[in-house]
């Protein structure tokens, strides 16, 4: 492989970045990998998937939040990675109702120090992470990233959609290459416990009930992490260019004609009842559920798809996994971590 430098992997200890930072090493790249370590969930999870980093020399990370200007700065200046993968951000939904500073702080000023970093070392790539929750109050599927977004439900995918709005200022500005990525409902090994998989498995295996929102008939397009991380990467390595074919009188939603700038969706192409996938889950761990049925909750979209054809045509992405399949993988790690 061709030494293009490091590249820089936001929030390295989480879900995603984890897996990303992991993939990436094993193709042989250098990784700084950057996390604050917080408790929204617990430390003892990032710790662990830490612990699978940092023994690999090609490894090095930084304990620091995204929004100490300073400290990104003079990690960008002792490393200048020109490639950055950025996935660190206040996740959750429902935490966003109650906690929206947080997600300002960590998703809008953090994701500015990453911004200024990049033109700081003139970055060949900026991919960072948006969410199918900017979709909104959009009932249009599959979700189209020619659709617009203007109508969020929640702080978390307000934070975003600002996000994808200060990428384009910043490739058009500073002519940094930028894509953005939209993921669809993610689950799989090392998964976040705040998602609905991972207090499934929990609650079942301790004979608690699991509380199921909307009637369990709230559709979700499940993502095995995988299939997610392989879309990360082929985007990493295909870097836009200003789209010759854009109008300024008729401009799309995903890609700009004025700045190396494009959106594209990370999903399965396919949607699930949620109530079958607690029913894939009981298989896999060959116990019943006990459900306390909820109403849908406030900030919660109902329904969500993902219409993947320009990621398909621009990097040739397949998704593969079969929630059956994917599921009982996400089952697999938990008992072996746990010791269940």
Not at 29 to 34: A, I, L, N, R, Y
Not at 234 to 259: E, I, N, Y
Not at 285 to 296: C, E, H, S, Y
């Amino acid at each position: 492989m061709t030494d293009q430098g490091p590249v820089l992997v936001t929030g390295a200890a989480g879900f995603i970045g984890f897996h990303t930072a992991m993939r990436l090493l094993a193709r042989g790249e250098t990784v700084v990998g950057v996390d604050n370590l917080n408790s929204y969930y617990d430390p003892a999870l990032k710790q662990a998937r830490l612990d699978q980093l940092t023994p690999n020399p090609a490894y090095t990370h930084h304990t620091l939040d995204l929004a100490d200007r300073d400290g990104m700065a003079a990690l960008f200046a002792r490393h200048r990675p020109r490639r950055v993968v950025h996935l660190g951000a206040q996740a959750g939904i429902r935490y966003s109702v109650e906690n929206p500073e947080s997600y300002v702080d960590s998703n809008v000023v953090g994701f500015l120090t990453v911004l200024e970093g990049c033109r700081a070392v003139e970055a060949r790539h900026l991919v960072f992470a948006s969410t199918s929750s900017v979709f909104g109050a959009s009932a249009a599927l599959p979700f189209s990233v020619q659709q617009g977004v203007a109508h969020p439900l929640n702080v978390y995918a307000a934070t975003k959609i600002a996000n994808e709005a200060m990428a384009h200022s910043y490739a058009y500005i500073f002519g940094i290459p930028t894509t953005g990525l939209r993921f669809f409902t993610v689950y799989g090994p090392w998964g976040r416990p705040d998602m609905a998989l991972f207090k499934f498995t929990r609650a079942i295996l301790e004979g608690r009930p699991i509380d199921v929102y909307g009637d369990g008939l709230m559709e979700r397009d499940f993502t095995f992490v995988d299939d997610i991380v392989d879309g990360v990467i082929a985007a990493l390595d295909d870097v836009p260019t200003a789209d010759p074919d854009w109008r300024a009188d008729a401009p799309g939603q995903a890609t700009s004609g004025v700045a190396p700038w494009r959106i594209l969706n990370l999903g399965a192409g396919r949607r699930e009842k949620l109530s079958r996938y607690i029913s894939v889950l009981e298989d896999a761990l060959d116990r019943k559920a006990i459900l306390n049925v909820m109403p849908t909750q406030e900030g919660e979209m109902t329904r969500t798809e993902a219409d993947v054809t320009e990621t398909r045509d621009a990097l040739g992405y397949d998704p593969k996994t079969p929630i059956d399949v994917g599921v009982r993988n996400f089952v697999d790690w938990y008992r072996q971590f746990y010791g269940v």
